[in-house]
């Protein structure tokens, strides 16, 4: 059977952080499947196609990545994919507590799916799209925050403002 991860993520913008995620996972799955999710709480600041493009252009040479979007329930999606796994980035003790509640209900939901979690490395810690929304907010420069393959010109023109 093969190991098949989900990273579900509204990923507005996808960061350092979230591919510095994907590098260290891709070695633990068979597949992993980026989901983009829409997340209620949230209004989108990158529309849903730049996301999925920018997304698809960083891992265009990794056949073992898989890029969707979905609007229901994740452990529906896994199940629907044939998912065994969610995989989420720790940062801090606040993602812990949070993560840990989804987690938990994720497995009251199905109990066949597991939640692995993967701590950041110091150095992307701080490091969170709100962050990144914020500081193009207000003018700043978020270059060093994202992925190479996203420029600084694609972050200004893409903004849904």
């Known amino acids: ?39 209620s709480s949230k209004n989108s600041f990158f529309d849903l196609d730049t996301r999925m493009g920018w997304i698809k252009r960083i891992f265009k040479d990794e056949p073992k990545v898989e890029i969707t979007k979905y609007d229901g329930i994740t452990v529906n999606f896994c199940r629907e994919s044939g998912a065994r796994y969610i995989l989420r980035g720790i940062r801090n003790a606040t993602d812990l507590e949070y993560e840990k509640t989804i987690a938990q209900t994720n497995k009251m939901l199905n109990s066949e799916i597991e939640t692995i979690f993967l701590l950041t490395p110091p150095e992307y810690s701080n490091v969170s799209s709100l962050i990144v ?25 893409g903004r849904n403002l």
């Open 1 to 39: 059977m093969k190991k098949i991860a989900v990273f579900p993520g509204s990923f507005d913008p996808f960061t350092i952080g979230h591919k510095n995620l994907m590098q260290r996972a891709l070695p633990l799955f068979d597949k992993v499947i980026i989901m983009i999710g829409y997340n």
């Open 133 to 157: 929304r914020d500081l193009l907010i207000h003018g700043g420069d978020a270059t060093s925050f994202m992925p190479e393959e996203i420029s600084a010109l694609e972050l200004k023109a």
